[in-house]
């Protein structure tokens, strides 16, 4: 089970991604944040096709390649950019969960449609009936974000809206990669991604007239912008690396890269100061049940 390692290296490298995110916020947009980014994720997918001797097969590529990864690419350009607008209408404590939580049911769902006999151990009831129960308690930490006053403090969930658009466009992206593209490099397809992913960013800034933020961004802020965009780009190396594996199973990957959801969070609700801890708490138990069930349905 050579792709668990991956997942494991990616679960590391998200956990960087996300340490780096948050010391490199400042008081640019979010767009020109995404925007500087990606165009760091570029250079950092490149020398790692470069350090792994795939350059020549970034422009060696079938035209059904060149489809599929195209496809790609503007499906995370939607993840980004509705992730965007959604933050900016949202409370942070109802985003970050309700986009971990929705990732995970919309990306397990599809590969139960697509790949049914993989990720329930071979079609097995009892494996059919854990995979479910786990999709209902993931469904129904989505449903208690959007409807606990409490933690979605907004009078309107027009967030949820976008951040639906954003998880689900972000589902498919793992089900072609696994179904389509798990013949090429995972640095081919993460370089390719990530060049469509900054043209979509830079248009947006300029659109914005955000672009011109970026000369307020002090050089620690680069720096870690910088970093978060190196962590980010090997969290997307290896988890389509472990994708790529014949025998890997979808759900256990996307539980594993998960993970750094729940440490973050349960950090959050023991180390920080919070008013809804038991909310936050009732959260983290209802997708941790949800992504353990969705793992054994796979596994035995």
Not at 61 to 68: A, K, N, P, T
């Amino acid at each position: 089970m050579e792709y668990i390692l991956f997942a494991f290296l990616a679960l590391l490298a998200s956990s960087g991604n996300t340490i780096f995110n948050k010391l490199g916020a400042n008081k640019a947009s979010a767009i020109t944040n995404a925007a500087l980014k990606s165009f760091f994720m570029v250079i950092a997918c490149f020398f790692i096709c470069l350090a792994l001797g795939h350059v020549p097969t970034l422009y060696n590529l079938s035209l059904e390649q060149w489809l599929w990864i195209s496809l790609v690419g503007i499906l995370m350009a939607i993840n980004w950019l509705f992730y965007f607008l959604a933050i900016k209408r949202s409370h942070l404590e109802a985003f970050s969960p309700f986009c971990s939580a929705g990732t995970l049911f919309f990306a397990n769902s599809l590969f139960i449609i697509f790949t049914f006999s993989l990720v329930t151990g071979g079609g097995k009831p009892a494996n059919i009936a854990l995979y479910f129960i786990g999709l209902a308690l993931l469904l129904a930490a989505l449903i208690y974000i959007v409807f606990n006053k409490k933690i979605n403090s907004k009078a309107k969930a027009h967030w949820v809206i976008f951040a639906l658009v954003s998880v689900i466009a972000f589902a498919f992206v793992l089900l072609i990669v696994k179904l389509k593209l798990s013949d090429l490099p995972s640095d081919v397809i993460s370089f390719h991604q990530t060049f469509i992913l900054f043209i979509a960013m830079l248009l947006s800034s300029i659109f914005t007239k955000s672009i011109k933020e970026v000369v307020t961004i002090n050089w620690k802020g680069h720096l870690f912008i910088f970093l978060g965009a190196v962590f980010n780009a090997l969290t997307v190396v290896a988890k389509y690396r472990a994708f790529s594996y014949s025998n890997s199973i979808p759900a256990i990957v996307n539980v594993i890269v998960g993970l750094d959801f729940i440490i973050v969070s349960l950090g959050t609700v023991l180390f920080f100061k919070s008013k809804n801890k038991l909310q936050l708490l009732l959260i983290i138990i209802l997708v941790s049940i949800g992504m353990a069930l969705n793992t054994l349905a796979g596994l035995i």
